[in-house]
Structures are given as structure tokens and as C-alpha cells.
């Protein structure tokens, strides 16, 4: 008679299912320019503002989508707490005597990210920008001070200083999320629709508009 245990296959954890269903778009933020420059310290003041101001309307609108998810998921308090970063990229706007409210205009058909409405999803989302916390450890390393001088720097610190301890909780999260295949297949839609976002609004053809 044949051990059923024996038969019996072990998932790998869902973080690396998440993983490499987004290494490439993953790798392709890299080529991004506005990226590439940062990753290679050739960033100019100007492109650091055009950077926070698109990283200001990305995170407006992956906030809202996130602290709704949290909501309608009922997420207690210890088992992910999401933190806005919206306010944090305001601070450095404002430390650059910028407008809040992102001055760009989108190409037509620019995608919304979907509402976050189930666990996994949630947990999809979550895996991108928390693990993007990782990269931003790094970035902020490349990023001269000439060119984002400290009280024009909150956000990328605040990557820095609180990534690893985030990143250990989302991944603890995500693996408490996505038991299953059906659950890892909804979370890698929404982790890709959250990189694809990102994408979208660092292109380089979103145009900004002229400051009033
Ligand atoms: C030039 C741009 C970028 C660079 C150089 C970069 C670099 C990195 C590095 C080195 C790691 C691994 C850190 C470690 O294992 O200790 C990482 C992880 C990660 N990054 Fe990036 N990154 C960039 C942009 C982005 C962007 C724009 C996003 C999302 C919007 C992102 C999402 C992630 C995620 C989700 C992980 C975790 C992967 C995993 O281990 O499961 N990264 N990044």
C-alpha cells in the first residue's frame, strides 16, 4: 500500500510563486529611465522632482486601494498594518516647494489598479510594495544629496530604515493569505497589476502638465 504522505506535494511558499511571476516586470522597472538613473546615481534635481511627483500620484492611488483592501478584508492589527506613503512623498514635494496634487496627465486608457477585494489580492498588492522596500534600500544608497538634500528625502529614508521589519511581516502575511493554487493565482493578478501601474505612471510618455 502506498504512503499517502509520501504522494503528497509540498507547495513552495507562496512569496516565491509570487516571485517569479514577476521577475520579469520586475526587471523590467530597471529599464525604466527615471529608474535607471536613480540605480546609477546620474539622477538630476529635475528628474528627482519629476520622480516624487510620479511617485506621489502611484501611491495615491495604490493607498486608497490598499487601506480599502485592509478594510473590507477586517486585517487585525498584527497581521498586517499597512502605512501610506502618500503623505511621506508630500513632505519631500513640499521640501521642493512643489504641488501636492500631482500635475500630470495621463495617456488615455491609463488602467486603475482593481479594487483589492478579496485576502489574496490584498496580499498580491502588498507583495509589491513591501517588497519594493528592498530595492528602495538600495536606490537610497544611489541617490546623491546634492540632488534630494535630507527634508527632500522622507519617503526614500522611511524605505531605508523601516524596509526589512515590513518585509518580514508582508511575507508572513502573504504565506497566511495564499494557501492554496486558487489564492496564489488571484494574488499574482493583483501583484501584476500593481507593477504594471507603476510602469504606467514612470513612463516616460506621461506628460506632465504645466505647473498653474
Ligand atoms: C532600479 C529599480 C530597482 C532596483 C535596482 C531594484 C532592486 C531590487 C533588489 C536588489 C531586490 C532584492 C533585495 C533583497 O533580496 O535583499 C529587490 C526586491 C524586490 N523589488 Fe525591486 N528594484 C527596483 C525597482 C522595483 C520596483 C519599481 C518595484 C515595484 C513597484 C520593485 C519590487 C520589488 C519586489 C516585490 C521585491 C521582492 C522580491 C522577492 O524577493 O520576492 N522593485 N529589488
Redesign the pocket.
Known amino acids: 500500500m502506498r504512503d499517502g504522505r509520501a504522494t503528497e506535494r509540498k507547495q513552495p511558499p507562496a512569496?516565491v510563486f509570487?516571485?517569479a511571476a514577476?521577475d520579469a516586470i520586475?526587471d523590467e522597472?530597471?529599464k525604466l529611465p527615471l529608474?535607471?538613473r536613480?540605480?546609477d546615481s546620474t539622477m538630476t534635481p529635475d528628474d528627482y522632482k519629476t520622480l516624487t511627483h510620479r511617485l506621489y500620484h502611484y501611491y495615491v492611488l495604490v493607498d486608497q486601494r490598499i487601506v480599502a483592501g485592509c478594510a473590507e478584508a477586517g486585517i487585525n492589527a498584527g497581521t498586517y498594518t499597512y502605512e501610506l506613503r502618500a503623505p511621506l512623498i508630500a513632505k519631500d514635494l513640499q521640501a521642493m516647494n512643489k504641488a501636492c496634487p500631482p500635475h500630470l496627465v495621463a495617456p488615455r486608457g491609463l488602467p486603475e489598479l482593481p479594487p483589492l477585494s478579496t485576502l489574496a489580492k490584498l496580499a498580491g498588492a502588498a507583495?509589491?510594495v513591501e517588497?519594493?522596500l528592498?530595492?528602495a534600500k538600495?536606490?537610497e544608497r544611489a541617490l546623491p544629496e546634492t540632488v534630494a538634500a535630507p527634508p527632500a528625502r522622507t519617503f526614500w529614508r522611511w524605505c531605508a530604515t523601516v524596509g526589512p521589519e515590513r518585509w518580514a511581516m508582508t511575507r508572513h502575511f502573504i504565506e497566511n493569505a495564499c494557501p492554496d493554487d486558487s489564492s496564489r493565482i488571484e494574488a499574482r493578478s493583483a501583484a501584476l497589476a500593481t507593477?504594471k501601474l507603476?510602469h504606467q505612471l514612470l513612463h516616460p510618455t506621461l506628460v506632465p502638465q504645466p505647473e498653474p
Do not use: D, E, P
Open positions: 512569496r509570487l516571485k514577476t520586475h522597472a530597471h529608474m535607471q536613480l540605480a507583495y509589491v517588497g519594493s528592498m530595492g538600495i536606490l507593477f507603476f
